[in-house]
């Protein structure tokens, strides 16, 4: 595990998204809250954010973190392709992109565990860190992503 003993603290944030792809029949069951299981994406959110809070068990060499704050959201970019995006935020000389990359990850997961029924086939096609703040290497953003509202 790397030493980050002596490096400063700074404000960290993290962004990361997963995309889930599956037929418009199963994202409309999904919307509608029909499948057997219940309500996978309440199912989804509260997953990921309780696997943001195990990283450092899940994650070998990843320092255990206090995190101040864990969000996973959901949008339809088109009938059959959720995307999650997962943020994570701490005060601490370490970031936090492996916790919201495994919010990400656990939640499309759980998308997929819940609505497997209806479709085999459903697919995470993607989980990806779209942005980062804090630390000596500053803020990063994906090239392809819009800045978060969150305070620098």
């Keep these: 595990m790397v030493d980050v003993g002596d490096k400063p603290s700074s404000d960290r944030f993290a962004r990361a998204r997963a995309l889930v792809r ?8 999904l919307r509608a809250v029909t499948l057997a299981k219940g309500d996978a994406l309440v199912a989804a959110q509260l997953a990921g954010i309780m696997a943001a809070k195990q990283t450092a068990t899940l994650i070998p060499l990843a320092h255990p973190l206090p995190l101040a704050q864990v969000e ?18 701490t005060t601490g ?39 980062k703040r804090g630390g000596k290497s500053g803020h990063w953003l994906a090239e392809d992503a819009v800045p978060s509202e969150r305070p620098a």
């Design 22 to 29: 599956m037929s418009p029949a199963t994202g409309d069951a």
């Design 72 to 89: 996973v959201a959901f949008a339809w970019d088109e009938p059959g392709l959720l995307r999650i995006d997962a943020s994570a935020r």
């Design 93 to 131: 000389p370490t970031g936090v992109e492996m916790e919201a990359m495994t919010a990400a990850a656990v939640a499309a997961l759980t998308i997929y565990d819940m609505s497997k029924a209806l479709e085999r086939g459903i697919a995470v096609e993607s989980i990806r860190l779209v942005e």
